[in-house]
């Protein structure tokens, strides 16, 4: 690979000579784009981006497969960074780009102009340029510490994680709130840690959930995500999650051996609200639109599942998290909106690709999260392909139906809202008018 890499440098190098005669000889406008290129380096241009969007997971503690701190880290990796940046698998963000809504909270994609500088780069040979230009290293925020805040509570697991062998997946649960809560709590910030630099080295995910029936896992209450060092979440000041008295905690989680035998050590931190407090808005995230029982994936095929939602109340949707197996390629969120009379309106919220290793919350932005009527119905359109064109399928030969195993399918979303009343819904249909006149009109 190296010496591949070099060879396509040296002729990359020599066009780019060419290219540089050429400008003396041509027009400007000709190779404006191209001189302009050459100007591009690490240090001035790349390493911001990188320091920003990728060190997170790509450093010494974190869940990337290799740091990229400083040149000579990155050096060897940039025709891959370039591959990976421009096909959009990195950073981890599958959100369908052509339809819906874009603006999220946690949007951690690169734009359109990032990576084309990044492309660029590469082409012109990935020059380092004037170290005198390189920003300050960042300073990340330790992940082994809480940033909530000291927890009310916490709640521990551990797992081992062995030598080597394939990535795991699996569900820990965890009894340690039953009795501790009188008629239950309203979370007011939580947080998911790895308790040590080794535990953080296996752990690629993990998600908790509160469960009241190990059997129904569709009226789990989801929690919070950690993956990297995005791991906390403090609710905007009107808002909670109600953790019910008698509910166990159910971490999901995806662990990757390392080397070492390891024994992971993760911990879940709650700070509540006081006792007395009751939040103006009570969220939920809840696995929506299953239609398990009707998986049917002949080998081979490609599937298209339905499942639907209805929504009893008003409500603001905060959260899509689609959620499949590894035949699993790509869900959408469509509402249908209620029609007195006439014909249902319908709109594509969001769509994302589907990869097993990455299970991605898009958490929408306040002023674009969705605003749905009572009576509205979430339309959870899930494909499955098992074809060998799926690089997540094991056997493209297997008929493959819906169960817990990874090698089951499942198609739902994880669907985070809050329900509002009708004087909270229509206030905030005014003020969303008011921000937007255009689309006045658009919950009709
Ligand atoms: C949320 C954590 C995360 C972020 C942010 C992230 N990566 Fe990654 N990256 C990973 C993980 C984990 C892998 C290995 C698994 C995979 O490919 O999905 C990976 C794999 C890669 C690979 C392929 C390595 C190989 O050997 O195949 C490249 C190249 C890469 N990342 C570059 C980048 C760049 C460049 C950025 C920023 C623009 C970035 N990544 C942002 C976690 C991350």
Known sequence: MAGITSRKMKVRRVISWAVLGMMIL???????????????TFARDILPILQENCQDCHRDSGIGPMSL???????????LIQYKVVNREMPPWHIDRTIGLQKFKNDRSLSDEEIAMI??????????GNTADMPAPMEFADVTAWSIGEPDVVV????TVPESGPDQWGEL??????????????????????????SRRVVHHALSYATKDRTQPQNDQFLVEYASGKSAEIYPGNSGVLLEHDS????????????????????????FYPEDVVPEYRRWSKMLGYSGTLLDIPGGEVVRNDGYVYFQTNATITAFQPHMHALGAYQCLELIYPSAGGTAKTELISCANWDYNWHTIYNYADDVAPLV???????????????DNNPGNHDARNWTGDGRRTIDEMAFSWIGWYS?????????????????PGLASSND
């Open 26 to 40: 041509l027009p400007s406008t000709l190779t404006t784009a191209q001189s302009a290129d050459q100007n591009i």
């Open 69 to 79: 701190m400083n040149y000579a880290e990155v050096r060897p990796w940039a025709p």
């Open 119 to 128: 492309s660029a780069w590469v082409n012109a040979g990935a020059p380092e």
């Open 156 to 159: 521990n697991w551990e797992y």
């Open 173 to 198: 649960y965890s009894r340690e709130l039953i009795g501790k809560m009188q008629n239950g709590r309203y979370i007011k910030a939580i947080q998911t840690r790895t308790v040590d630099d080794a």
């Open 248 to 271: 166990e905690i159910r971490l999901s989680y995806h662990v990757h051996p390392v080397g070492v035998e390891t024994n992971a050590k993760i911990q879940l931190g709650i700070v």
């Open 373 to 387: 009527p009572k009576g509205t119905v979430g339309h959870i359109i899930s494909y499955m392909d098992n074809t």
């Open 420 to 436: 509002m009343t009708d004087e909270q819904y229509l206030a905030e249909l005014e003020r969303r008018n008011a921000l937007n």
